[in-house]
């Protein structure tokens, strides 16, 4: 009979230490804190299908504003509005694309500075072609602000 409880014994404990190792493995979950940062730097990583662009130009009084694929034209103050680049005159097509080489360009002679807001971000590219992320327009330096215009 000794021989019997101590298998008896000895597999409760083995039963036991079984449940406690399933209570561990599937109990086991992340702090709350550890969760939201993973989110987080999830969130500012991961590319997302709903970015919202606007651009302005303005071409000697000509101002033209592309947001999400739709342009609007004020054009000696008649405002003008064009579903898609394929609708949008070939004026107002080589005035866009004359800013936007303009802006591409590296010329460290120009002090042309050319501004661009992406989902709520300023990007502002420098005379020299480098470019500045802001997530204000308050935060780029009162100068260049003067100079762009803001």
């Known amino acids: 009979m000794t021989a019997q409880w101590t298998e008896i014994y000895l597999?409760?404990?083995?039963?036991?230490?079984?449940?406690?190792?399933?209570?561990?493995?599937?109990?086991?979950?992340?702090?709350?804190?550890?969760?939201?940062?993973?989110?987080?730097?999830?969130?500012?990583?991961?590319?997302?299908?709903?970015?919202?662009?606007?651009?302005?130009?303005?071409?000697?009084?000509?101002?033209?504003?592309?947001?999400?694929?739709?342009?609007?034209?004020?054009?000696?103050?008649?405002?003008?509005?064009?579903?898609?680049w394929l609708d949008l005159p070939g004026q107002f097509k080589k005035m866009v694309k004359e800013l936007d080489n303009r802006s591409q360009e590296s010329k460290s002679i120009s002090e042309d500075y050319f501004l661009e807001s992406i989902n709520g971000k300023h990007y502002l590219t420098m005379p020299g072609g480098k470019k500045r992320k802001y997530n204000s327009i308050n935060e780029i330096p009162a100068h260049i602000r003067k100079a762009i215009g803001k």
């Open 11 to 84: 597999l409760v404990a083995i039963l036991v230490a079984f449940g406690c190792f399933l209570v561990l493995l599937v109990g086991r979950k992340e702090s709350p804190e550890k969760k939201s940062e993973e989110k987080k730097k999830n969130d500012e990583t991961a590319p997302t299908g709903d970015t919202n662009v606007l651009e302005v130009f303005d071409y000697l009084g000509t101002k033209i504003i592309h947001e999400n694929g739709t342009y609007t034209v004020n054009h000696g103050g008649k405002v003008s509005y064009f579903k898609s």
